[in-house]
């Protein structure tokens, strides 16, 4: 019987179904092989690998003439964001949420065609101010990625906890982005790197009353260590600064993205080019 459960084992965990049956049908009456490869242990798990754009705003707001050459890299005016989503639409794409990614890369879910997912970092009050509206004129949903020191001082070119609890209530999801935004690396204090990682999620989760399980690394800067205590805080998934689409099961906490500015035409030659 001991080499019966052995086998009954192999079969579930690594066997293929046509495998399967084929050895169910050499062991004793009354025991019976259930291949559920979604349940295999995580050391059996084969690596899984998806192109799934994960796109990277920051400021959604009409162009000014003092707008410097760093700027112009990360805003977008309300009239070519409103033209990007348009495209997504008119090209089937279908927006998910990184639970969505999450919960594929576990086995427990299936993802649509052309999926994608939208975010947002640092909370400017533009993005409440012109993005949102139009996220709900496409019914569209997205992660805002927040650092917490400006909402909590009520600063005004950011967005405020109501307005974050109006976002939330309409769909949209909120992320960690730490407390101060600092560079992470450059943090030698041990307790003063786990507060900038672990309280901004406990902050954002106590002022929405709901869970927050992402984090996004500012300036997209991290290493093992970084790595290892945005794990043991909680969360489920962490986003770069990397380019590319390929998103993997074993870089959950390692997502890339395309950052996306005013220039439609490189939106439309970032998609068509993904590395797919």
């Known amino acids: 019987m ?7 084992l192999l079969a579930i965990y690594v066997l293929p179904v046509t495998h399967a049956q084929i050895i169910e049908s050499k062991l004793p ?13 995580p050391a059996l798990r084969s690596l899984i690998e998806r192109s799934v754009p994960i796109l990277m705003f920051h400021i959604v707001r009409p162009a000014l003439s003092s707008d410097t050459k760093d700027i112009k890299l990360f805003a977008v005016t309300p009239e070519v964001f409103d033209q990007q989503l348009s495209y997504l639409e008119q090209h089937g794409y279908s927006i998910i949420s990184f639970q969505d990614l999450s919960d594929y890369f576990n086995g427990t879910k299936q993802l649509p065609g052309n999926p994608i997912i939208l975010s947002f970092d640092d909370g400017w009050k533009n993005q409440y101010r012109y993005a949102f509206p139009l996220l709900q004129k496409h019914s569209m949903h997205a992660t805002f990625f927040i650092f917490t020191n400006p909402m909590e001082y009520n600063h005004p070119h950011y967005i405020s906890w109501d307005e974050i609890r109006e976002m939330s209530a309409a769909g ?14 450059d943090i030698t204090d041990e307790k003063v790197l ?51 689409t ?18 439609f035409q490189k939106f439309v030659s970032n998609l068509e080019s993904r590395d797919n």
């Open 246 to 263: 390929m998103q993997s099961s074993d870089k959950l906490f390692e997502l890339k993205e395309i950052n996306v500015n005013n220039d």
């Open 2 to 8: 001991l080499e019966c459960a052995w086998v009954f």
């Open 172 to 185: 949209m999801t909120f992320g960690a982005h730490t407390i101060t935004h600092p560079k992470l690396t």
């Open 29 to 41: 009456a009354g025991i019976a092989v259930v291949p559920v490869p979604s349940m295999a242990p």
């Open 194 to 244: 786990e507060r900038e990682i672990i309280d901004s999620k406990k902050v954002i989760e106590e002022r929405i009353g709901k869970p927050v399980t992402l984090f996004a690394y500012p300036f997209g800067l991290y290493n093992e260590h970084i790595l290892d205590i945005v794990k043991k805080a909680g969360y489920t998934a962490a986003r770069t600064t990397k380019w590319g």
